[in-house]
Structure formats: C-alpha cells, structure tokens
C-alpha cells in the first residue's frame, strides 16, 4: 500500500513569510508525528497527534510553530514569519501499534528560508 | 536527559570487511530501533529489538540489544558498496523516538 506522503518536496521562502507542510499518513495509522532534521544531525521531535488531538507538543521550539490534523488522517504543519534558522528537512511519520511502534517516515519537505 | 549517542559519527571501510557500529543511551529502555538513511532521502526502518538479548539479522547486518549495558550494536559482515548510508539508532521515551546523531557509512571498493 501506499507510504507515508508530504508535500511539497521542496520549499524556497523568504524570510517572514507564512508557510504550510503537508502530510498523509499511512491509512489506518492513527499516531502521526512531525520531526524536524537538520544537516548532519539525527531527527528532532517537534509533535506528536493520536487521532486529531495534538497528544505532545512539546518539541515545537516557539509559537511561530503549529500543527492540525483536523479529521485524524492528514496534518499540516504550520510556521509564521519564517527565519533563516528554520531551514531543515521536516519529516513526518506514522505508526500503528500493530506494527511494534515502528515509525514509517515520509520522504520529507525540504525548506529552505533564504 | 534521555541522551542517544552512536559511535563512530563517521566509517570508512572497505569492501569485504567487518566492523560494529555503537549506540549507547543514557536510560534505560527494553526497545531499540535502527534505521536507515540513504542521501536525499528520508529514514527506513531496519531493525526492532523488542527485549534484553534480542538479536536480529537481515542479509550483512545484525543487530542486537543489551538492556543492562543500555548498549545496541549495529554490525557489519562483509561490506559491500551498497550498504553506504548514514545509520541511525532510536530509543522510544515518552510519545517521541529519540535518535542518534547518526554514523556515516562509506564502503569503498
């Protein structure tokens, strides 16, 4: 079946502008997270949904960041007045405790903030 | 602080040879998961370790936990050219995963 899906792959914007990252998780998944990677390192957790409510939100560094996944299945990751330093590959992942807590990552949406 | 941290950050090995990639964390947990990240491209799971003492192998690599030790080791038989990648180890806590700074694979011919 079809994998994790984001969109865009990639993202040019400028410094201050508004920008929307979208994920379609596995069906059937109902935990979806977001993960924030930047060059050279591991991913960095930012949030965490379990059906449509937000379970964890506890990596999002500032409230410039916000997620919704209004309807359990798709989510949008939202960031206000971009700066240089948000420029990273965001990652989402889905899982299922049908499958041993195994995170199945999505290919990702490149964003670079110039 | 739940601290993830793999050694070496980068290896360089030729074709044919052996060698073990590391992965301590800082508290203790009975689950391990390795992944696997080709460049440009997002993380694939290879391995889960569910329990102390779980080894599991798939083709050249072999993984396995020490839960005591807070130890998982990610080894390598044989290296061939296509096992190059950046390797990554994950300890769940909490409602996150959280991962190592990765070990750079390079297999040289």
């Not at chain 1, 299945?73 to 049908?98: F, H, N, P, W």
């Not at chain 2, 460049?39 to 290879?46: A, D, H, Q, R, Y």
Request: contains cysteine; proline residues 4%.
């Amino acid at each position: 079946g079809a994998g994790v899906s984001q969109t865009p792959s990639n993202k040019v914007t400028e410094k201050g502008k508004y920008v929307e990252l979208r994920c379609d998780p596995i069906s059937g998944h109902t935990a979806l997270y977001w993960y924030r990677q930047s060059l050279g390192q591991g991913p960095e957790f930012l949030i965490y949904f379990q059906g449509t409510g937000a379970a964890d939100d506890s990596g999002l560094p500032n409230d410039r960041f916000f997620a919704v996944r209004p309807e359990g299945s798709v989510s949008t990751l939202k960031i206000q007045r971009t700066e240089r330093g948000d420029s990273a590959v965001y990652l989402c992942a889905s899982s299922s405790t049908r499958t041993s807590g195994v995170f199945y990552f999505g290919p990702g949406t490149r964003l670079t903030v110039t | 602080e739940l601290k993830v941290e793999q050694n070496p950050l980068f290896l360089s090995m030729q074709e044919g040879k052996n060698y073990t990639i590391y992965c301590n964390y800082s508290t203790t947990s009975d689950r391990l998961y390795w992944y696997r990240q080709d460049p440009g491209k997002s993380l694939e799971s290879l391995f889960v370790l569910l329990s102390n003492g779980a080894v599991k192998q798939e083709g050249r690599l072999m993984a396995s936990l020490d839960t005591k030790a807070r130890l998982s080791t990610l080894h390598i038989t044989a290296a061939v050219h296509d096992l190059s990648a950046t390797y990554f180890c994950a300890r769940p806590g909490g409602n996150q995963f959280y991962f190592g700074t990765g070990t750079s694979l390079t297999v040289i011919p």
